[in-house]
Every structure is written in C-alpha cells, then in structure tokens.
C-alpha cells in the first residue's frame, strides 16, 4: 500500500539516544509507572506537537525474520489520540499489536487498527501488551543497528523514530501491560 501524506502533516526525524547502558535494559521500559511517566534512562524524549515519544527500543530478535518494537506515547494534548498506522525500512511488513490473555489463560496476539493515547495519558508498548511487530525482515537485525518507525497519528501527526536494537534480558516478560494508566500534565 502506497503512504500519500495529508495535507497539513508534520514529518519530524526523531533520533534517540544509542549510547543506552546496558543495564538500563533489565527492568526494560515501561517496568514501572515512573518508567512510563518520565522518559527513563533509555533515550533522549522527543516531543512532537502534544505528543512526548520515549524509551524506542527493539530486541534483537531471536527469529531473524521477525522483530518487535517497544516505546512509550505521551499524549500532553486535553484530547484523545491514536497510533493509527506505523510503517518501517526494516520491512514493507509492519502490524499494531495487542498481546491478550484469553478466558483459558493463554497469551494470544491480535492485530489492531489503533493503540489508543488517551488526553494527558501514556500508552507503554510492551511486552505482554501493545507493540509493533515487524514481519518478513528481509536482512536480519543485530544488536547496534537501527531501523526508522513511522508512526501515524489520528491528530494527523506523523513521526519517525531511529530505533536502536539492543541485547534483549529475561526481564521482559515482567514489564506487564502498562497500556494507558498513566496520567500526567
């Protein structure tokens, strides 16, 4: 599917951080609520418009073909947002997920059309919770590459983020579903 912007639409390149410590990685982003409210120690915040991007990240993915993507949305604005599409060079083949539990207590992963921001709220994609999956990569991805995300918002905004891909630690099934609890002005 061929991307035509709106008018009106803000492009910002948005490179974070890449000199990230290590052992910032071991609780990973969004393990608590400080680490969903403010940015953390993983990378530099980016502040587009209403919106404050943070703790962008991949771990290096243990299937070559497929990665998954990890931040927190901040939405400073007094009304409700949307990622409503994300786009990357890693692979023409990028999905909003949700990872669910269903009734039987198994983890099943779905597609969704937006991963809601809502107004003067976080929205942590982690582990367990919201992400971006990243498919059918072609050229696999080690720890210290980078890849450009582009995400799409329903306020008409449009960022894109350099995402660093980092060593991934065990912890990252304790990050939990931190999705939208978070409020802050």
């Given at each position: 599917?061929?991307?035509?912007?709106?008018p009106?639409?803000?492009?910002?390149?948005?490179?974070?951080?890449?000199?990230?410590?290590m052992?910032?990685?071991?609780?990973?982003?969004?393990?608590?609520?400080?680490?969903?409210?403010?940015?953390?120690?993983?990378?530099?915040?980016?502040a587009?418009?209403?919106?404050?991007?943070?703790?962008?990240?991949?771990?290096?993915?243990?299937?070559?073909?497929?990665?998954?993507?990890?931040?927190?949305?901040?939405?400073?604005?007094?009304?409700?947002?949307?990622?409503?599409?994300?786009?990357?060079?890693?692979?023409?083949?990028?999905?909003?997920?949700?990872?669910?539990?269903?009734?039987?207590g198994?983890?099943?992963?779905?597609?969704?059309?937006?991963v809601?921001?809502?107004?003067?709220?976080?929205?942590?994609?982690?582990?367990?919770?919201?992400?971006?999956?990243?498919?059918?990569?072609?050229?696999?991805?080690?720890?210290?590459?980078?890849?450009?995300?582009?995400?799409?918002?329903?306020?008409?905004?449009?960022?894109?983020?350099?995402?660093?891909?980092?060593e991934?630690?065990?912890?990252a099934?304790?990050?939990?579903?931190?999705?939208?609890?978070?409020?802050?002005?």
């Amino acid at each position: 599917m061929h991307h035509t912007p709106r008018p009106g639409r803000r492009t910002i390149l948005a490179a974070l951080a890449l000199t990230l410590p290590m052992s910032a990685c071991s609780g990973g982003p969004g393990s608590s609520p400080e680490a969903a409210a403010v940015a953390g120690d993983h990378a530099t915040p980016v502040a587009v418009e209403d919106l404050l991007l943070a703790d962008a990240w991949m771990p290096e993915p243990a299937n070559p073909e497929v990665g998954v993507v990890y931040l927190a949305v901040t939405n400073t604005a007094e009304v409700d947002d949307a990622v409503v599409a994300v786009r990357t060079d890693a692979s023409e083949d990028a999905d909003l997920c949700r990872t669910e539990v269903t009734a039987s207590g198994a983890s099943v992963m779905r597609t969704v059309e937006e991963v809601p921001v809502p107004a003067g709220g976080t929205t942590t994609f982690v582990d367990g919770g919201y992400h971006v999956m990243v498919n059918d990569i072609p050229d696999p991805l080690r720890v210290g590459d980078t890849l450009t995300v582009t995400l799409d918002f329903a306020s008409r905004t449009e960022v894109e983020l350099e995402v660093p891909v980092r060593e991934m630690t065990g912890d990252a099934g304790d990050q939990g579903d931190h999705s939208e609890d978070h409020s802050h002005h």
